[in-house]
């Protein structure tokens, strides 16, 4: 008889959107091969039952319920601004109690746009595995966790990154208390843990240790090497702006991400105020999504003596345009505070493209000897790194992990750690 290992993808089922966690969910169950003796099997929550799916709804669905959800965010933050003040409203709706509620009432009405499933419910026996793969905190059903346990299952989240509690300042409030909830409320129902790299796992047994259980095992932990789908193909270079490819015309650095504090735009822009005081003439990129607690900063951005001059934005890149940018840049500058992984170093490395990063663990473990690292410390330190163009140039026999391998050594390892109960 195969054994059952269960896939919960229900957040990205239901919100639609392919970026981080959500890019990693579709690429696992899309590049996952047929293993011996292991049926693999994709999950999903609908009123209080676990449903089997084939494949991800059309990206183009109406179902998607995040506009409603933006919208109640901005409601929030508008009212926190103009009465956070009053001492009675700023504890009501600041209060943990709200911020769940609220956060289970968009994912109940998320569900209840699903059409009733056609498939039977999930029954979960014993030595069943289910690795719960997706944004789990954010729509946690834990009385069916604990039947899950109860039957004898093993539970197994994927962790991503721990920064919504070692580093709430740069998180949206609602996020930071619904992950903390998770983390310490589900911790009984856990038998191990999985993370995306070595330095989230440290980081999560650490806290978990220090937090809840003295005498918790390293040996509960492990961790697998995210993928990339690269293929090399010509690039449609009719496709791509002239305004997009003009910028190119000169050296150009480029940071690719979302625009938020822990990516630390502003201190790449600080670097390059130093070196066009000095009439040194090398422009700056910005390539991302625009995030959260970013205002000041994006007026900073709009309002520069050397925007759309030396000084560049572009919130919404294509896929052409981004490879065009990454074979064309003379480096890609990666200033993260700190990261569960920090994929545009992969991506790249890839193109042979020059990175220079913070230096911090997870950048050491990802970029190896591969990239440049500066100090966050002082703005100065990657100034020099860039007019003395000292850093180091990337190997180009890369031997890069595919999401094939990557879900492979995702289930190996998943199977070594269950052998373990």
Request: hydrophobic share 35%; net charge neutral; glycine share 2%.
């Given at each position: 008889?195969?054994?059952?290992?269960?896939?919960?993808?229900?957040?990205?089922?239901?919100?639609?959107?392919?970026?981080?966690?959500?890019?990693?969910?579709?690429?696992?169950?899309?590049?996952?091969?047929?293993?011996?003796?292991?049926?693999?099997?994709?999950?999903?929550?609908?009123?209080?039952?676990?449903?089997?799916?084939?494949?991800?709804?059309?990206?183009?669905?109406?179902?998607?319920?995040?506009?409603?959800?933006?919208?109640?965010?901005?409601?929030?933050?508008?009212?926190?601004?103009?009465?956070?003040?009053?001492?009675?409203?700023?504890?009501?709706?600041?209060?943990?109690?709200?911020?769940?509620?609220?956060?289970?009432?968009?994912?109940?009405?998320?569900?209840?746009?699903?059409?009733?499933?056609?498939?039977?419910?999930?029954?979960?026996?014993?030595?069943?595995?289910?690795?719960?793969?997706?944004?789990?905190?954010?729509?946690?059903?834990?009385?069916?966790?604990?039947?899950?346990?109860?039957?004898?299952?093993?539970?197994?989240?994927?962790?991503?990154?721990?920064?919504?509690?070692?580093?709430?300042?740069?998180?949206?409030?609602?996020?930071?208390?619904?992950?903390?909830?998770?983390?310490?409320?589900?911790?009984?129902?856990?038998?191990?843990?999985?993370?995306?790299?070595?330095?989230?796992?440290?980081?999560?047994?650490?806290?978990?240790?220090?937090q809840l259980d003295k005498n918790l095992s390293i040996e509960k932990f492990d961790f697998f090497t995210l993928g990339s789908n690269f293929q090399k193909k010509d690039i449609e270079v009719h496709s791509i702006n002239d305004v997009f490819k003009n910028i190119f015309n000169k050296k150009v650095f480029i940071t690719v991400s979302t625009i938020e504090a822990r990516k630390n735009h502003i201190y790449i822009l600080k670097a390059f105020e130093l070196l066009w005081k000095e009439n040194i003439d090398v422009q700056y990129l910005i390539i991302g999504k625009i995030g959260w607690k970013t205002d000041a900063f994006i007026e900073k951005v709009l309002s520069h003596s050397e925007y759309n001059k030396r000084l560049f934005m572009q919130n919404d890149v294509s896929d052409h345009e981004l490879e065009y940018a990454y074979k064309h840049a003379e480096a890609l500058i990666f200033a993260s505070f700190v990261e569960g992984f920090g994929l545009p170093i992969v991506e790249s490395l890839y193109y042979n493209l020059n990175v220079l990063a913070s230096d911090i663990p997870i950048h050491r473990e990802v970029g190896k000897q591969n990239i440049s690292y500066f100090d966050l410390d002082d703005p100065r330190n990657l100034a020099h790194i860039i007019t003395s163009a000292s850093y180091i140039q990337p190997i180009k026999e890369i031997n890069f992990t595919t999401w094939k391998q990557s879900s492979k050594e995702l289930i190996s390892k998943i199977l070594k750690l269950s052998q373990k109960s």
């Open positions: 008889m195969n054994r059952n290992i269960y896939v919960d993808c229900t957040h990205t089922y239901y919100s639609l959107v392919n970026t981080g966690i959500q890019r990693v969910v579709r690429n696992i169950v899309s590049s996952i091969d047929t293993i011996e003796n292991v049926d693999i099997i994709f999950i999903r929550l609908y009123h209080g039952q676990y449903y089997p799916f084939s494949q991800f709804p059309p990206k183009n669905t109406k179902r998607n319920l995040s506009h409603i959800k933006s919208i109640l965010r901005k409601i929030y933050q508008l009212s926190n601004k103009i009465f956070g003040s009053i001492p009675y409203f700023n504890a009501f709706i600041n209060s943990v109690q709200l911020r769940l509620y609220v956060n289970k009432l968009l994912n109940t009405l998320s569900i209840k746009n699903e059409q009733t499933p056609k498939e039977d419910a999930i029954v979960f026996n014993k030595d069943d595995i289910l690795l719960l793969a997706d944004a789990t905190w954010s729509n946690c059903d834990y009385t069916l966790l604990e039947d899950a346990k109860q039957s004898g299952s093993i539970l197994i989240p994927l962790i991503y990154d721990i920064i919504p509690i070692t580093h709430p300042e740069y998180c949206q409030s609602d996020l930071s208390i619904a992950f903390e909830a998770w983390l310490k409320k589900s911790f009984h129902l856990f038998d191990y843990y999985i993370a995306i790299s070595n330095t989230v796992k440290n980081e999560t047994y650490s806290y978990l240790k220090n």
